[in-house]
């Protein structure tokens, strides 16, 4: 597609309304025509007028992830917790590349994060090379509790997490892997540092001292269909027959 000019339709809460600044007017933002060479901002508004948000869309061209290298993160838009992205060097108007995910916006939902180095993931500045990831196992207290989810686990995948559905489904709001370009991936390597848990908890938070806490990485390759990409989740990550 043509970046220059696209007209994209949004779904929004009946009664909401989504409004777009051109050349300093606010106009209808639904179907508009805009070039999204840049981003391109959009303004919805709640049915009553009372609330609105802006958010910030782009459309960037599937790419292959080839190196990461965790030095570009930013707080969320409401400044509780960290996100990772990518910078394509070769494109100048739109460099930024989201194809990095956690399962934050779900601790956020428990209160127990009071400031974004409280939350399962967050950034940390000894890294090998640079800043890397921490990722650390939290308390969800009595949210946590009261749902029957005590704890929440460091994690950061590419792809996709929907807060949204992190309540009822929590594993399919986690949906693995991106749709991208150029070719199989071959190899995937990094560097990792690990240390258990004092202590190892049931689903109810029970002790179990003679289970001992491990850490999880892994790498999916799995087959997609090109005119309708399909995510795995978390019920189907590991199990899934589309997993080459």
């Not at 509780?80 to 399962?103: A, H, V």
Request: charged content about 20%.
């Amino acid at each position: 597609s043509d970046r220059s000019a696209l007209a994209p339709k949004f779904y929004l809460t009946p009664g909401a309304t989504i409004r777009a600044t051109v050349d300093g007017v606010e106009v209808p933002g639904n179907g508009l025509v805009r070039d999204f060479v840049s981003p391109q901002q959009y303004v919805v508004h709640s049915e009553d007028g009372n609330w609105h948000k802006t958010y910030t869309v782009a459309f960037n061209y599937p790419k292959p992830i080839t190196t990461c290298s965790f030095e570009h993160f930013a707080l969320e838009s409401t400044g509780r917790y960290y996100q990772w992205f990518e910078i394509d060097e070769l494109d100048e108007q739109n460099p930024r590349r989201d194809c990095w995910s956690t399962g934050n916006a779900g601790f956020a939902l428990t209160g127990m994060g009071k400031q974004p180095s409280d939350y399962p993931s967050a950034p940390y500045e000894v890294g090998v090379r640079g800043n890397c990831v921490k990722l650390v196992t939290r308390d969800t207290g009595s949210f946590g509790e009261g749902t029957h989810m005590p704890i929440a686990a460091g994690n950061l995948f590419i792809g996709e997490f929907r807060a949204s559905q992190a309540m009822l489904f929590p594993r399919k709001a986690t949906r693995f892997g991106l749709q991208l370009a150029g070719g199989e991936p071959i190899w995937f390597s990094g560097f990792y540092k690990y240390t258990a848990g004092e202590v190892f908890t049931d689903g109810k938070k029970n002790v179990c001292p003679e289970r001992h806490d491990t850490c999880d990485i892994y790498a999916v390759l799995y087959e997609v269909d090109p005119a309708k990409f399909e995510a795995l989740n978390g019920d189907n990550v590991l199990s899934s027959s589309r997993i080459v």
